[in-house]
């Protein structure tokens, strides 16, 4: 089964699969206030933004056979399983800019009440067909700012003194 980025409606034709459509995406507003990393004692960057992105997981059949709604909710059911057994995704598991880096990213399924779905599929402009949504959290954004000279950290000394003792 091929995994396809475009949205159900995109994927017409012959192409069949599983449409993982990214619909939404919102600051994680838990993790959004870091402060700057230091890089150096006179060096900051700043932090990556902290994202949640909402997947829409769809599968396409293109079939008009009696067993394509098992066939859809056997590739649906592939998909719980999948991400109830792995739900957190490392470094080492994904590709491109998060290939091999500390990054996790965690995947829950994501209950939508009917009239969120039907938004979803309005803006889609298809019918309704059988899906799942998960959230993909905390996701980092890198900035592509340059580091920043700051001020160097100050760490006050703690005071020291001498006891003199009365001797009695």
């Keep these: 089964m091929r995994v396809y980025l475009n949205s159900p409606h995109e994927m017409t034709g012959s192409r069949a699969g599983l ?5 939404r995406v919102v600051r994680d507003e838990n993790t959004l ?3 700057p990393q230091r890089l150096s004692p006179t060096l900051t960057r700043r932090v990556p933004l902290p994202v949640k992105l909402h997947y829409l997981f769809t599968p ?4 008009t056979s009696d067993d394509a709604p098992e066939t859809e909710q056997v590739i649906l059911g592939k998909v719980l399983q999948t991400f109830h057994d792995h739900p957190q995704l490392f470094g080492v598991d994904l590709r491109d800019d998060f290939s091999g ?3 996790k990213i965690t995947v829950r399924l994501e209950t939508l009440s009917v009239d969120e779905m039907a938004r979803v599929w309005d803006a889609l402009e298809g019918s309704f067909r059988t899906c799942v949504s998960y959230e993909a959290t905390v996701v980092d954004i890198q900035t592509a700012d340059q580091p920043e000279s700051a001020p160097p950290v100050r760490i006050p000394l703690p005071e020291t003194g001498v006891i003199v003792g009365s001797g009695a």
């Design 19 to 23: 449409s993982m459509w990214l619909y």
């Design 33 to 35: 206030n870091r402060p």
């Design 60 to 63: 396409v059949t293109n079939s």
């Design 101 to 103: 880096t500390d990054a």
